[in-house]
């Protein structure tokens, strides 16, 4: 029996907190280690891991979030993101696991494509200038599934 080999994945990011932002960098850059081409597709909130303005500020969704384990009261409490957000990071750094600004370079040095979805950088009015260096432009979703082509898409 023949097994057949991954060559290409394409990852979309819409979310624009560390749980949801974290995952997509960490199979991205696991693709890149095992030779396998790799683009990160940024819309909606996901944006954020890509703005120059918030990539360096991204907190832990702790209201509604279940696999936190805790009360929704408890996640809303006043600082109660920042602290957990930083007890995360923490654990990550112990792991070697980069914060979200030295990660994305990492990723982006290794070949892999960045993109901002065009509707949503549309939507929350942003430009160009407004996203970090790495991102390679800003395409429409037409054109994601064009250089998906072939790819495995992985939705986070």
Aim: charge should be negative; aromatic fraction near 8%; glycine fraction near 8%.
């Amino acid at each position: 029996m023949t097994t057949a080999t991954l060559e290409k994945v394409s990852i979309v990011v819409s979310k624009g907190s560390l749980e949801g932002i974290y995952p997509a960098l960490i199979m991205a850059n696991g693709a890149r280690a095992e030779g396998i081409e790799a683009d990160l597709f940024f819309t909606f909130f996901g944006l954020d891991a890509i703005t120059k303005k918030r990539y360096e500020h991204i907190k832990f969704a702790t209201v509604g979030n279940p696999g936190l384990h805790l009360p929704t009261v408890v996640g809303a409490l006043p600082g109660a993101p920042d602290m957990i957000t930083r007890l995360m990071e923490r654990r990550m750094a112990k792991l070697d696991i980069p914060p979200i600004p030295e990660f994305i370079e990492m990723i982006s040095d290794t070949g892999a494509g960045l993109y901002a979805c065009k509707a949503s950088v549309d939507l929350f009015e942003l430009e160009k200038d407004d996203l970090i260096d790495e991102v390679q432009g800003i395409i429409t979703v037409g054109d994601f599934y064009n250089l998906a082509a072939n790819a495995q898409i992985i939705y986070t």
